[in-house]
């Protein structure tokens, strides 16, 4: 069973028990996401603000992130190159649009952007929309725009050859992370896979309350993952990161 904390020392002895506790009276966590909606909303719209003041990670998270792309996804880029298919994106948790400025236009031809603040997603809308972004390639654009929380969405069939799911994961619920991953599969091409990037403690979790986050350990996630019928292909540990911060690990599944 894996035990807890949050900021205030206040230790839970499941994950269970915190659930519980932040659970309204008619059964859902509505209250818990929205207090996350509402940190967020309240926040800079920019790479430093939505990175925690941690801008200049940006560019050496876009970094593990290419190359783990390159890697995992190389037949289908090739087939991309070649014309004989459309690479398609799911940004989760979009924020203002950094992921997908900075690392999923390079790649796919389609991005589509889902996250809960309209703070933010109006900024990637602005910045992503009507005109042409260095580095991306003529042809690739960011093409819906979703305001929703992962526990709401619900997936257009067989769309996406990625769902990449970056620093969001941790705001949801045990049993949504679970029934995302039962939707996001039907989202997913025949070959399609999800990748989480996420903090991670080094055992149990971490609550954080002010923005309705809980950041789990290795273990915790591979029991997750597991409890989601998805099967772990690559668990990498994301290099050169500030060692004050949480360690962050590229996590790719694809459907059992």
Same mark, same amino acid.
């Given at each position: ?11 839970f ?7 519980q ?38 560019d050496?998270?876009?970094k ?11 037949t289908?880029?090739?087939q991309a ?15 203002v649009g ?13 991005v589509?952007?889902?996250?809960p603040?309209?703070?933010?997603? /109006?900024?990637?809308?602005?910045? $992503?929309? &009507?005109?042409?972004?260095?580095? +991306?390639?003529?042809g690739?654009?960011?093409? =819906? @725009? ?17 769902v ?5 994961m ?27 990037k996420e ?7 971490v ?9 789990r350990? /290795?273990?915790?996630m591979?029991? $997750?993952? &597991?409890?989601?019928?998805?099967? +772990? ?6 290099k =050169? @990161? ?15």
């Open positions: 069973m894996h035990k807890g904390t949050d900021h205030d020392g206040r230790n002895e499941s994950p269970n028990e915190l659930w506790q932040e659970q309204d009276h008619d059964g859902t966590h509505k209250t818990w996401y929205q207090k996350a909606v509402n940190y967020w909303d309240q926040q800079e719209a920019s790479y430093n603000g939505v990175l925690g003041g941690y801008g200049y990670v940006s050496i998270d876009v593990g992130s290419k190359q783990l792309i390159e890697k995992i996804l190389r289908q880029l090739d190159a070649q014309g004989q298919r459309t690479l398609v994106a799911l940004d989760c948790g979009a924020g950094r992921v997908s400025q900075e690392l999923l236009l390079h790649y796919f031809q389609e589509d952007l889902l996250e603040s309209s703070h933010l997603l /109006n900024m990637a809308k602005q910045t $992503l929309t &009507g005109r042409r972004l260095v580095g +991306v390639p003529p690739h654009n960011a093409v =819906n @725009f979703y305001l929703q929380g992962l526990q709401e969405h619900v997936f257009e069939p067989q769309r996406y050859d990625c990449w799911i970056q620093w969001c941790l705001y949801l619920t045990d049993d949504d992370v679970v029934q995302f991953f039962s939707r996001a599969r039907t989202g997913l091409k025949s070959d399609g896979l999800v990748v989480v903090n991670i403690c080094k055992e149990g979790f609550v954080d309350k002010d923005d309705s986050s809980l950041t350990s /290795n273990t915790y591979l029991e $997750l993952f &597991g409890k989601s019928n998805m099967e +772990v292909l690559y668990n990498v540990k994301q =050169n @990161f500030p060692k004050e911060l949480f360690e962050v690990r590229m996590y790719v599944l694809r459907p059992r």
